[in-house]
């Protein structure tokens, strides 16, 4: 996601920032920029990559010189296009304050029309933006208050997450920065201070860091730094050596980005419900497709079409739309859908899935569905792709880049964009207020649950222990399990190139049983839901043929460890939000085989995270 780097010291500033910002490409990045002070505020941005700022400097860096403190950014959109006027920092209106900003600012748009009434003008369309001239305006009505003063004050209107860096030419000697839910880190110098998003830009300068909590703030000066609480409290921190290699430091202290995505995946799950489920309230909004719901409420029929992972996700969608929303949904395969000729009009609407937002066949299917005259709504993580700028409506999964070629928190942001999406569209007609704020009360448990499952990292890696030798798997799972099945075959064959099929648990009798001997595994996702008792016989059968079963279960059963001693417990949950669960062992029992058996799970062969190409 966005990246921080902030300098105050006694050496030229610019220089710094950009070899900094360079040392943040690994997280995936659309734009960047910096600003620095030397006598006044001097900014440059552009989108495109670091390099492109590079240029841009090596033209008109000169104006830089001499600047001693400074921040600079790099941008992943999530409010507004990937473009040079989106890209931070963002200045006020009279080019005295500049400010970078990670998180989402969940009420910019209600602050935003507060300002602009009162006369403040807009230049880029990005949620952060609303940060600096509310600080300007509390400034100009305090003087007193001074910089840090009035970003305290400004982050007390503010709801969401950020980690912010300001700076200001009429106090040019520090760097204001804040922290709520977006990390921040210190990195102490000998007279000079480096901020950031996390270390991998301060290790090369210095081992000595300290970690900013949430809803704390620090005032970093030349020769000190201050931390208080946005409260105005001040705090003593401790200060940590770092002991990390800059690669290890890349990948958040993971040896692979997909097992740091897979870790990912609760603060995931928060950033995608922000600002959009409100759960007392029994409250589902969604800008992207505001103006449209009245339209999608009243559609005949919802096509879904997507590729491989997000393709799962369709079908979970299918699940839920159908069960809380009662509208017809089909799930195609974009490829299918678009050389089949299908029936599809001005009364459906086609939903696109994909964590690219390139992918070649979703892209057709799309341009098909327009064609024939459906209203087409996109579900993609990359903002600015090309399916969101194709598509009449749609939300993004704000999962943060995703470098592993197997999609795990991309996955996971889809289903609860679908789990949100049909709460929405149940909403007034079809189930009530209060199941309504039940299953959002479910939702947004998950995050917690989840953080739970992956505690179980090390006894999951034992279980990996005893697949890694298979040449063959079988996934079964039944209901809303019956895609995460799916799903965690392609997984297994993805990254382990074990062949694995997932099917749906009733289907085994109708032909993998004949496959299944002492060298079938097996893994059954067998939680307590409607079908229990089912899944249960199936794992007899299993056994019965010498078959090996790995168990996905529900916590407190102890039914299921008189079948198999290889079980992976999940907290209780409703069956709708089960998937979310069920899915996270299957990603790190995946992850700890391929890397058992020596794989490079980044990069698996032949395989590449966006197929821009039939
Ligand atoms: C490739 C990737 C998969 C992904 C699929 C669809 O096969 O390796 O991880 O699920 O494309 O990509 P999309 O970007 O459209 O979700």
Same mark, same amino acid.
């Given at each position: 996601?966005?990246?921080?780097?902030?300098y105050i010291?006694?050496?030229e500033?610019a220089?710094?920032?950009?070899?900094?910002?360079k040392?943040?490409?690994?997280?995936g990045?659309?734009?960047?920029?910096?600003?620095?002070?030397?006598?006044?505020?001097k900014?440059l941005?552009?989108?495109?990559?670091?390099?492109?700022?590079?240029?841009?400097l090596?033209v008109?860096?000169?104006?830089?010189?001499?600047?001693?403190?400074g921040?600079?950014?790099?941008?992943?959109?999530?409010?507004?296009?990937?473009?040079?006027?989106?890209?931070?920092?963002?200045?006020?209106?009279?080019?005295d304050?500049?400010?970078?900003?990670?998180?989402?600012i969940?009420?910019?748009s209600t602050?935003?029309?507060?300002?602009?009434?009162?006369?403040y003008e807009?230049?880029?369309?990005?949620?952060?933006?609303?940060?600096?001239?509310l600080i300007?305006?509390?400034?100009?009505?305090?003087l007193?208050l001074?910089?840090?003063?009035?970003?305290?004050?400004a982050?007390?209107?503010?709801?969401?997450?950020?980690?912010?860096?300001?700076?200001?030419?009429?106090?040019?000697d520090?760097?204001?920065?804040?922290?709520?839910?977006?990390?921040?880190?210190i990195?102490?110098?000998d007279?000079?201070?480096?901020?950031?998003?996390?270390?991998?830009?301060?290790?090369?300068?210095?081992?000595?860091?300290?970690?900013l909590?949430?809803?704390?703030?620090?005032v970093v000066?030349?020769?000190?730094?201050?931390?208080?609480?946005?409260?105005?409290?001040?705090?003593q921190?401790?200060?940590?050596?770092?002991?990390?290699?800059?690669?290890?430091?890349?990948k958040?202290?993971f040896?692979?980005?997909?097992?740091?995505e897979?870790?990912?995946?609760?603060?995931?799950?928060?950033d995608?419900?922000?600002g959009?489920v409100?759960?007392?309230?029994?409250?589902?909004?969604?800008?992207?497709?505001?103006?449209?719901?009245?339209?999608?409420k009243?559609?005949?029929r919802?096509?879904i079409c997507a590729?491989?992972?997000?393709?799962?996700?369709?079908?979970?969608? %299918?699940? /839920?739309?159908?069960e809380?929303?009662?509208?017809?949904? *089909? #799930?195609?395969? +974009? =490829?299918?859908?678009?050389?089949?000729?299908?029936?599809?009009?001005?009364?459906?609407?086609?939903?696109?899935i994909?964590?690219?937002?390139?992918t070649?066949?979703?892209?057709?299917?799309?341009?098909?569905?327009?064609?024939?005259?459906?209203?087409?709504?996109?579900?993609?993580?990359?903002?600015?792709?090309?399916i969101?700028r %194709?598509? /009449?409506?749609?939300?993004?999964?704000?999962?943060?880049? *995703? #470098?592993?070629? +197997? =999609?795990t928190?991309?996955?996971?942001?889809?289903?609860?964009?679908?789990?949100?999406?049909?709460?929405?569209?149940s909403k007034?007609?079809?189930i009530?207020?209060?199941?309504?704020?039940?299953n959002?009360?479910?939702?947004a448990?998950?995050?917690?649950?989840?953080?739970?499952?992956?505690?179980?990292?090390d006894?999951?890696? %034992?279980i990996?222990?005893?697949l890694?030798?298979?040449?063959?798997?079988?996934?079964?799972?039944?209901?809303?399990?019956?895609?995460?099945?799916?799903?965690g075959?392609?997984?297994?064959?993805?990254?382990?190139?074990?062949?694995?099929?997932?099917?749906?648990?009733?289907?085994?009798?109708?032909?993998p049983?004949?496959?299944i001997?002492?060298?079938?595994?097996?893994?059954?996702?067998a939680?307590?839901?409607?079908?229990?008792?089912?899944?249960?016989?199936?794992?007899?059968?299993?056994?019965?043929?010498?078959g090996?079963?790995?168990?996905?279960?529900?916590?407190?059963?102890?039914?299921?460890?008189?079948?198999?001693?290889?079980?992976i417990?999940?907290?209780?949950?409703?069956?709708?939000?089960?998937p979310l669960?069920?899915?996270?062992?299957l990603q790190?029992?995946?992850?700890?085989?391929?890397?058992?058996?020596?794989c490079?799970?980044?990069r698996?062969?032949?395989?590449a995270?966006?197929?821009?190409?039939?």
């Amino acid at each position: 996601m966005c990246g921080i780097i902030g300098y105050i010291g006694r050496r030229e500033a610019a220089p710094l920032l950009l070899n900094g910002l360079k040392r943040l490409e690994y997280r995936g990045y659309d734009s960047a920029g910096m600003a620095v002070l030397n006598g006044s505020m001097k900014m440059l941005k552009k989108k495109g990559s670091v390099s492109n700022l590079e240029e841009l400097l090596n033209v008109s860096g000169t104006v830089m010189l001499g600047a001693t403190v400074g921040i600079a950014h790099t941008r992943w959109a999530t409010h507004g296009d990937p473009s040079d006027r989106n890209a931070h920092p963002h200045m006020n209106v009279s080019d005295d304050i500049a400010l970078i900003h990670n998180g989402i600012i969940e009420n910019y748009s209600t602050l935003k029309q507060e300002l602009m009434a009162e006369g403040y003008e807009f230049e880029s369309d990005t949620d952060s933006e609303v940060l600096v001239h509310l600080i300007d305006r509390i400034w100009k009505n305090d003087l007193a208050l001074g910089l840090e003063g009035s970003v305290r004050h400004a982050l007390r209107h503010v709801d969401g997450a950020y980690g912010i860096c300001v700076v200001s030419s009429r106090e040019p000697d520090k760097i204001v920065v804040a922290r709520k839910g977006s990390p921040l880190v210190i990195g102490l110098g000998d007279g000079e201070f480096f901020i950031a998003s996390d270390a991998a830009p301060i290790v090369e300068h210095t081992n000595k860091v300290v970690y900013l909590s949430d809803g704390e703030m620090a005032v970093v000066t030349r020769d000190n730094y201050t931390v208080k609480t946005i409260e105005n409290v001040e705090q003593q921190k401790r200060v940590t050596e770092l002991d990390f290699s800059l690669e290890k430091i890349e990948k958040g202290g993971f040896e692979h980005f997909m097992l740091k995505e897979i870790f990912e995946q609760p603060e995931v799950m928060r950033d995608v419900m922000r600002g959009r489920v409100r759960v007392e309230e029994g409250l589902v909004q969604l800008g992207g497709i505001h103006d449209y719901l009245d339209r999608l409420k009243q559609a005949k029929r919802i096509v879904i079409c997507a590729c491989g992972t997000s393709w799962h996700a369709g079908l979970i969608g %299918e699940y /839920l739309i159908e069960e809380f929303a009662r509208i017809p949904v *089909e #799930v195609d395969y +974009a =490829s299918e859908f678009r050389y089949r000729n299908p029936i599809v009009s001005a009364d459906d609407v086609v939903i696109v899935i994909s964590q690219s937002g390139e992918t070649a066949d979703t892209l057709a299917a799309l341009r098909l569905a327009k064609e024939k005259g459906a209203m087409v709504m996109g579900i993609c993580n990359v903002v600015g792709s090309t399916i969101p700028r %194709e598509t /009449l409506c749609g939300m993004y999964t704000h999962a943060g880049p *995703e #470098v592993g070629v +197997a =999609s795990t928190k991309a996955f996971t942001a889809q289903v609860i964009v679908l789990f949100m999406l049909a709460m929405a569209l149940s909403k007034g007609r079809t189930i009530s207020h209060e199941e309504i704020r039940l299953n959002l009360r479910e939702l947004a448990d998950v995050p917690d649950k989840v953080a739970r499952i992956l505690e179980q990292n090390d006894a999951i890696k %034992e279980i990996a222990v005893k697949l890694k030798d298979a040449r063959n798997a079988l996934y079964l799972g039944r209901g809303y399990n019956f895609p995460v099945a799916l799903e965690g075959a392609l997984k297994l064959k993805e990254i382990s190139y074990i062949h694995a099929e997932g099917y749906p648990a009733a289907e085994m009798k109708h032909g993998p049983i004949a496959l299944i001997d002492e060298d079938m595994p097996v893994i059954v996702i067998a939680t307590r839901d409607n079908t229990y008792a089912k899944i249960l016989s199936n794992i007899e059968e299993v056994r019965s043929r010498k078959g090996r079963v790995i168990a996905i279960a529900s916590e407190g059963d102890r039914e299921i460890e008189r079948l198999t001693k290889d079980v992976i417990y999940i907290p209780q949950a409703s069956a709708a939000v089960l998937p979310l669960l069920t899915v996270i062992p299957l990603q790190l029992l995946s992850y700890h085989v391929a890397t058992l058996r020596g794989c490079n799970v980044d990069r698996p062969r032949n395989l590449a995270k966006s197929v821009t190409v039939e």
